[in-house]
């Protein structure tokens, strides 16, 4: 080799060593100036190990709603770059879907998307946490509700109790009665014995008469094959349509067009997470993953919108009739409902803080509801509260 070129070799590594050390301490500075600012520091962020969660959803395999929440736990992975990833599972996969928020509580997996509705007995603000009985009834008042009006925090603070973290709300669908035997009126009700989530939207249909049982959902159709009960509420066309309801029930019972359904208009669920395992993830994965489930709220509801209405065909094919109730049988139910909603709000003081917001929402111009003329028992009392 000639003395040139061993010079011109040596003065390329020398260059080289140089520019990796100049690499390296301009990236420290950086990341130095980044803390400073109160960025974090990428070069570190990316050295930490990826984060794997493990959530269980209440929706059955080979619904529409447990599509979307495969859907949802792929896109966690995709919006973190891969570190923070979901494995989602169906209904009762780990435990039973009515034991999910012990479960989670007590660490057993770390997170469940479930109905709020199922647990006014571990968390009375429960019942105010998704739509009830002649309440709010759209899905944007509930949005408006969680957002700005309070509702986020009252969720936060009663999970929090049970080592939860309630990361947000997702919207569902509303929900629809499958019977066996045709329901045409107030009266009809009377004697049925009929499946309900329990709580207060069991309450008003037993002041119709009904006797109402609980079951979760995957055991709803094999006791309306089987006869054990006369009808079911559950949730919306679609994936009642997945889960064959029409094969074993040939009447829908609906509200009229103004009240489809009288009962829970917006059924909620949320994503829970264990407190635990939520503190361990990093707050700028926090943020993400609360944004996941943001887009995962609206996404759920548009498809299982545009879902029930093609399944209402397809029920129609099936021989299943839609009957729908009079305004007149509305309003025999309506007057059961300020009372039922004074007492369940009774039954702990955050969830009369959260009835109360929720009046105050509904008694506004905005709304307009009701009014404190309204606000009286089945017999024309006043309510006190």
């Known amino acids: 080799m000639s003395d040139q070129v061993k010079n011109d070799k040596g003065k390329e590594e020398m260059e080289q060593n140089v520019s990796r050390r100049g690499f390296l301490k301009t990236a420290a500075v950086a990341g130095a ?50 570190r923070l990833t979901v494995e989602g599972f169906p209904a009762g996969a780990i435990v039973g879907t009515f034991e999910m928020f012990d479960a989670v ?24 946490l998704s739509s009830y009985p002649f309440g709010m009834d759209r899905p944007d008042q509930w949005d408006t509700w969680y957002r700005e009006l309070g509702g986020r925090e009252f969720a936060r603070e009663a999970y929090g109790e049970h080592n939860m973290y309630y990361l947000g709300p997702v919207q569902h669908d509303d929900n629809l009665i499958h019977s066996k035997v045709p329901i045409r009126s107030f009266e009809d009700f009377k004697g049925k014995k009929i499946r ?124 299943v009739e839609v009957i729908r109730l009079k305004e007149e049988d509305i309003q025999k139910f309506k007057r059961f409902a300020p009372e039922l909603w004074v007492k369940w709000a009774k039954k702990h003081p955050l969830a ?3 009835f109360k917001s929720q009046l105050d929402f509904m008694k506004s111009v905005k709304v307009g509801y009701i009014t404190d003329k309204d606000m009286v028992d089945a017999n024309g009392k006043p309510l006190e509260f």
Request: proline share 6%.
């Open 105 to 128: 509580k007590a660490g057993v997996f770390d997170a469940m998307h479930c109905f709020d509705v199922y647990w006014p007995g571990k968390i009375p603000v429960a019942t105010f």
């Open 196 to 319: 309900y989530p329990g709580g207060i939207i069991a309450d008003i249909y037993r002041a119709a008469g009904v006797a109402t049982v609980l079951l979760p959902g995957g055991e709803v159709y094999p006791a309306l094959e089987k006869g054990v009960i006369d009808a079911s509420d559950f949730v919306g066309a679609a994936i009642n349509y997945n889960l064959g309801f029409g094969e074993a029930a040939k009447y829908i019972i609906m509200g009229p067009p103004s009240t489809p359904c009288l009962h829970q208009p917006v059924d909620l669920m949320s994503v829970d997470v264990n407190m635990n395992t939520w503190k361990k993830i990093p707050p700028h994965l926090q943020k993400i993953f609360e944004a996941a489930v943001n887009k995962h709220s609206w996404d759920h509801y548009t498809a299982i919108q545009k879902a029930d209405i093609e399944a209402f065909e397809k029920f129609k094919k099936q021989g």
């Open 352 to 354: 009369m803080k959260a």
């Open 33 to 82: 100036a980044a803390g400073a600012l109160g960025f974090p520091n990428v070069m570190r962020l990316s050295a930490q190990p990826a984060i794997k969660l493990k959530i269980q959803t209440a929706w059955d395999a080979g619904t529409l709603g447990y599509t979307k929440f495969q859907e949802f736990c792929k896109e966690v992975g995709e919006m973190t770059e891969g």
